[in-house]
């Protein structure tokens, strides 16, 4: 097989939590070496569990597992930039590199002559992604931004996914506006990191052709907007808000949601409902649908959305999800089922297109009594050639030979300002 797409690509990653981490674990999958700077205390995600709830778990991948499928494969230096020895050897390593990747904001950056402007006029033809909560001009250009806040809040997003329709809605008339769904930790920040994966690979591309490095300026916010266009664009068409529509007022009895009788929620795919109306009747035993006055057209079917609806609701409600997929596959039906986490992970599908890997184990873990670390393929394969998972760095575990190979002299590696952090 050919190499990997991003061998000999070289990526200086100063980021923390899950964005920027996110995005250099996917490099580092195509291939690229990807050299993770940390403080000497770690990036703070190594103890995401201690942080947010007060865990005390008894190894580090329990610590932190999310930490361990974003930063796989990665070397781990440490350096402290108050100390200007050790600021000077991250530029000897940075000045050698392909890509610089961060995702802190850049006031934090600028105290070191970090931030994207610095950097970009200081090596000309670096790749300098600067990942941030709202991105780079603006009032908020230096707030603090989470996913919850800058990428499902600030969006619309988190509106979205609530039944907010004036009338058609959850919320009744003199209510309070509903609480939105608490959305999967991370999913915002993953989502943003794939955005900074295609515009890094895109600058990557325009510097082979044109041999100058550019700013790539991604942010949680702009990324929570394009991935909540659909509602957004509509909005501008229509001048106003369409609203989330509670289960039993979908406008396409097609596109919507049902439980089964094991107590299952699946969804119906049926988009084109002209197309699938007459497939989910023979499925369901009411061929008698097909040429309902009321349900015989995708309008008649809006118009009394409601009642088909119900009998949706009665017919579904009726069987089991064994017996749905048996009709549904007999008679071409779209659907699939709304799993849980752990229903996910043990899907025929997911197995099949081999999502679940094995991250092989440190020197720490292996000492921990642990075996292989369970984790999760990138959303991209590559027909030309293999992915194999590497394990995820101790802190500081790389630190004396990366200074090495980039050129630090053997008695300055020797001296205490990096003796304490590294792993000889």
Known sequence: NMAAPLQGIVVVELSTTIAG?????????????????????GDSFRYSMANAAGLSMENDYLKSPAFYTINRGKLSVVLDFAKEAELEAFHKILSQADVFLSNFRQKALKKYKLDS?????????????????????????DAPGYDLGAFYGKTGAAMSFTATHPKYGDQKPGEPVPYPPMFPGGYGDMCTGMAAVAGINAALVCRANTGKGQIVDTSLLSAGLWTNAFDLVTTQALKRYTGKRAQNYQINPLLNRYRTKDNKIIWLLGLESQRHFPNLARALQKEDWINHEKFKSAKSRAINAAALIHELNMSIGGLSVAQIEERFAKHDVWWQP?????????????????SIIEIPVNASDNQAGLKGIPSLRGPVNFSNSDYTPRPVPELGEHTHAVLRDAGIPETQLNDLTFQHKSKL
């Open 21 to 41: 981490p996110s995005a250099g674990a996917l490099l580092s999958d195509w291939g690229a070496k990807v050299i993770k700077v940390e403080p000497p205390t």
């Open 117 to 141: 402007d610095n950097l970009h006029k200081q090596y000309p033809r670096l790749v300098v992604c600067a990942m941030t909560g709202y991105g780079l001009q603006g009032p908020e250009k």
């Open 338 to 354: 709304s799993h849980t986490a752990l229903e996910a992970l043990q899907d025929k599908q997911v197995l099949a297109v081999n």
